[in-house]
């Protein structure tokens, strides 16, 4: 039975229209995935849902009494209650009833049996009475806590103010309470970016538990997974239902995508061939007829629009001087909160080229960690010493306080970019994703995804030759985060990271620090190697229950594991990229030392003693057609290994 529809939702943000005659109903109690690329609209149309902005035309139809609940994709608790007193306030509307039900009371108490009106109060008050039964008021403090030690909150915290907690448990702040107002729909945009494997977990256990519709944005594959029972897709402005859960959806669109991104494919990679020739050759005279006919192929290509999550990316990061071996070394690093350590006797070192990732539950330090290494937050003791040459670079979520509103997204990088990079940079916001108008929209109205790709390319923009990242993936589809992947691919720097998203972490990462407990240890493999290991550590742990045995049989397993797995074929990728690089210079610096060798034969042929003598001048014009072949084949084989270099870069990892 439907709760709620929408009929005919349109909406534009000056010419572009984002949402075009929205039509669907969400039916009671039924669980929804709104998918869509970053910017397709989904934040907009739950806004115009929760009726926080309005749509220009077209209506929302409720059943009675229906209500909705929403969680924004960044909320933001500025509260100064204690966490505690924040959270019953979901229950407000309730203590509404109660005091009706109060009043109600008191109204009975005054009449006699048998006057008139008594048996309306009575059924009044019972009315009020089982709404407030129903709703759970009378549980209340075992759900807060329920919910609250769900989301990762501990005992301490409930007394905190809510506006002293980070961004990140602001976020939770926020959900707890939409969990715990139980409407008749939850609309949750984004809910999974803040929280780490556990919460999430929990999550997705409570949503699948719960009596309300759900219409969710998340973009975490298992998340949706589980959860969805229908998927809403929004594609340039329409919104298409798949009666399935997530991978059902993926299925069906896979086949519609796969007609529309193979024609698109091919086209673009004709486009990047010819374009990179015509660049590379414009300015010889001796290819002018080459580049004219490429010139004249590129005119005719035909435009094919973009389908969604086709990556599209070869990004030229800056130039940066070559530190030395050692990166950072961290001896005996401490840190505490209010006299709880979070980590202690932390030790270990960076070498060059390094992909850190660092891993643990929520409040394990990650970001704190996160932050001495960048250098932004002092450490409780011990010591971070950057080795020479180091050039830091740090990315959070807090970085969107740098950006001005009032600035467009092409001002926002222009302030940011390198002299030498300004002539690369409309390419950079293109290989962002930003396209055509989108570099001038102001930042102010950027979605999540947009916001965080901004701030992404303002980092990586002059990235330094250590990047330290905090959950860089979070608000990004995946298209966006396949950009981001491989453009941290081909960085030539070291980098230190945390993240909560498998396919991301897998491929990058070839360390993982876990922090537990406040003590850290490192695992030299990368995260599929530190899980199995974990997950023998708990088996063997379980074999031998407790005590020493079962510590030493711990400590017995060695890091020793050679197998075939995505990161080393990751690692294999990115070897072959450098190879394809070295060869694309070496064959670029033969083919302009053949040229200008050519020059010089062609200038020989003018000089009087070799005009004069018929011999000489077979001899060097012989010797000019070998150079011009010998120019061609390196020309060609030139083109081959840039199309390798390119096949390699747009295939899965
Ligand atoms: N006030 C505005 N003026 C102009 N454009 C806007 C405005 N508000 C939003 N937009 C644009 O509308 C598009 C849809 O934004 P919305 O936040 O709904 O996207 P989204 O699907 O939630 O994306 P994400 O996955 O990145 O969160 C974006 O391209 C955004 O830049
Ligand atoms: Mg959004």
């Known amino acids: ?101 109060d009043s109600l009371a008191t109204a009975i108490a005054s009449k006699k049996e048998g006057e008139a009106g008594l048996s309306k109060l009575l059924e009044q008050y019972a009315q009020v009475d089982d709404k407030i039964e129903r709703s759970g008021y009378l549980l209340r403090a075992k759900k807060i806590q329920t919910v609250l030690t769900g989301l990762g909150f501990s005992d301490q915290d409930l007394n905190r103010p809510c506006r002293d907690f980070s961004l990140g448990w602001q976020m939770r702040i926020a959900l707890a309470r939409v969990l715990l107002e139980e409407a008749d729909l939850l609309l949750l945009d984004e809910p999974t970016n803040f929280l780490d494997l556990e919460a999430r977990y929990w999550l997705l256990d409570f949503v699948k538990n719960t009596a309300s519709g759900v219409l969710l944005v998340s973009h975490d594959r298992y998340f949706l997974d589980q959860v969805s029972e229908s998927v809403a897709e929004l594609f340039m402005g329409r919104l298409k239902i798949y009666r399935g859960n997530y991978s059902f959806y993926e299925k069906q669109r896979e086949t519609e995508l796969a007609t529309l991104v193979a024609q698109y494919k091919t086209v673009e990679e004709r486009r990047e061939q010819l374009e990179g020739f015509i660049n590379r050759f414009r300015a010889q005279a001796s290819k002018a007829s080459l580049v004219q006919s490429r010139i004249k192929e590129l005119e005719k290509l035909p435009v094919v629009e973009r389908p969604p999550s086709v990556k599209h990316i070869h990004f030229p990061f800056a130039e940066e001087p070559k530190p030395g071996n050692d990166i950072l070394r961290v001896t005996n690093l401490r840190h505490s909160y209010g006299g709880q350590d979070v980590f202690s006797n932390l030790e270990f070192t960076l070498a060059r080229n390094e992909r850190l990732v660092v891993v643990g539950i929520n409040g394990a330090g990650k970001s704190t960690l996160l932050r001495i290494l960048a250098g932004v937050q002092p450490a409780s003791g011990g010591k971070v010493v950057y080795g020479e040459h180091v050039t830091p670079a740090f990315y959070s979520q807090d970085l969107a306080q740098t950006l001005d509103p009032a600035q467009t997204v092409f001002e926002s990088m222009e302030t940011m970019t390198p002299t030498a990079l300004f002539p690369k940079l409309a390419n950079m916001l293109g290989a962002f994703l930003f396209r055509g108008d989108d570099i001038k929209k102001k930042t102010s109205v950027l979605s999540g995804g947009e916001q965080s790709r901004l701030l992404l390319l303002r980092l990586l923009i002059k990235p330094g030759n250590l990047l330290i990242l905090d959950e860089p993936t979070n608000h990004l589809d995946m298209a966006s985060k396949e950009v981001l992947l491989d453009a941290l691919m081909t960085f030539s720097g070291t980098i230190v990271f945390v993240s909560h998203d498998r396919a991301f972490i897998d491929p990058l990462a070839d360390k993982v620090l876990e922090i537990r407990n406040a003590k850290a240890r490192l695992f030299h493999g990368n995260y599929s190697y530190y899980r199995e290991r974990i997950e023998k550590e708990n088996a063997d742990q379980n074999e031998t229950m407790s005590g020493e045995a079962g510590i030493a049989k711990k400590h017995a397993i060695e890091p020793e594991n050679d197998q075939e797995t995505a990161h080393d074929a990751m690692k294999k990728k990115r070897a072959l990229l450098r190879k394809y690089d070295r060869e694309e210079e070496e064959l670029c610096r033969k083919i302009d030392s053949a040229a200008a060798f050519k020059k010089e034969l062609e200038e020989r042929l003018a000089l009087p003693e070799v005009y004069m003598d018929g011999e000489k001048m077979r001899e060097l014009k012989e010797q000019i057609k070998k150079t011009e072949s010998l120019e061609q084949k390196h020309v060609e084989d030139w083109e081959k290994v840039s199309q390798e270099r390119h096949k390699l870069m747009s295939s899965n990892h």
């Open 1 to 101: 039975m439907p709760g709620l529809q929408l009929q005919n939702i349109s909406l534009s943000f000056g010419a572009r229209e984002i949402l075009s005659g929205v039509d669907t109903s969400l039916d009671l109690g039924c669980r929804t995935a709104l998918c869509g690329e970053n910017g397709s609209g989904k934040s907009t149309l739950m806004k115009i849902i929760a009726g926080i902005t309005p749509a220009d035309s077209g209506n929302i139809v409720k059943t009675s009494g229906f209500s909705v609940s929403y969680l924004p994709q960044n909320a933001v608790i500025t509260s100064s209650l204690p966490l505690n007193k924040e959270a019953e306030t979901a229950f407000d509307p309730i203590k509404k009833l109660v005091e009706e039900k």
